[in-house]
């Protein structure tokens, strides 16, 4: 059973850079859309983007244009890690980041994609 | 960005009840539609894809329903651990936005 774990700092200070991993276990980190998605604290979801990891298109991303400048994902195959990097952090970034796989299915000629597994979600506050 | 609306945003109901949440998109998403479900300090959950298909596990007093711009998740038989926020997905195009949540509480 695939299982995905967040990791990193959980504090860190206004206009650095906030650095996470997602690892993932009992599965395979090939094939699928790797998903970062971030709730602040009493609100809800917000999608920040995926990487991509198969074949010729390997390490595709698609980031939230609202947050595109400032985020960059990657894949570390060998360690069946992908990673989250944020830069310039402000308070208005303090939330629990989560990791998810991006699966995709066909279902009467069509594409559909969805999260079908998540990680328990790590907290990250920014502050000095 | 497509901008998704839920209401309600919060309701009651009792065990046994049959509770329904609706989801609209600001432009057609054809089927594109996922619901996830969130229990008070846990991570979502997927319950519903492509706006009718059933996660593998979850139990089938769950279902979806909708095509277009309006959607609809429904619980039969409501049970106490249905307690939860519920979210919709649209997944048509990037960035793949959420709708605010629905908070369901037991009566």
């Known amino acids: 059973q695939v299982q995905l774990q967040e990791s990193g700092p959980g504090l860190v200070k206004p206009s650095e850079t906030l650095s996470l991993t997602c690892t993932v276990s009992?599965?395979?980190?090939?094939?699928?859309?790797w998903t970062w998605i971030r709730q602040p604290p009493g609100k809800g979801l917000e999608w920040i983007g995926y990487i991509y990891n198969s074949g010729t298109y390997s390490g595709t991303t698609n980031y939230n244009p609202s947050l595109k400048s400032r985020v960059t994902m990657s894949l570390d195959t060998s360690k069946k890690q992908f990673s989250l990097k944020l830069s310039s952090v402000t308070a208005a970034d303090t939330a629990v980041y989560y990791c998810?796989?991006?699966?995709?299915?066909?279902?009467?000629?069509?594409?559909?994609?969805?999260?079908?597994?998540w990680g328990k979600g790590t907290t990250v506050t920014v502050s000095s | 960005d497509i901008h998704m609306t839920q209401s309600p945003s919060s309701r009651s109901a009792s065990v046994g009840d049959r509770v329904t949440i609706t989801c609209r998109a600001s432009?057609?998403?054809?089927?594109?539609l996922n619901w996830y479900q969130q229990k008070p300090g846990k991570a979502p959950k997927l319950l519903i894809y492509a706006a009718s298909s059933l996660q593998s596990g979850v139990p089938s007093r769950f279902s979806g329903s909708g095509s277009g711009t309006e959607f609809t998740l429904t619980i039969n038989s409501l049970q106490p651990e249905d307690l939860a926020t519920y979210y919709c997905?649209?997944?048509?195009?990037?960035?793949?936005?959420f709708g605010q949540g629905t908070r369901l509480e037991i009566k």
């Open positions: 997905q649209q997944s048509y195009s990037p960035p793949n936005t």
């Open positions: 998810a796989r991006r699966v995709v299915v066909v279902i009467a000629n069509s594409y559909y994609y969805y999260m079908d597994v």
């Open positions: 009992g599965g395979s980190i090939s094939s699928y859309y």
């Open positions: 432009q057609s998403i054809s089927r594109q």
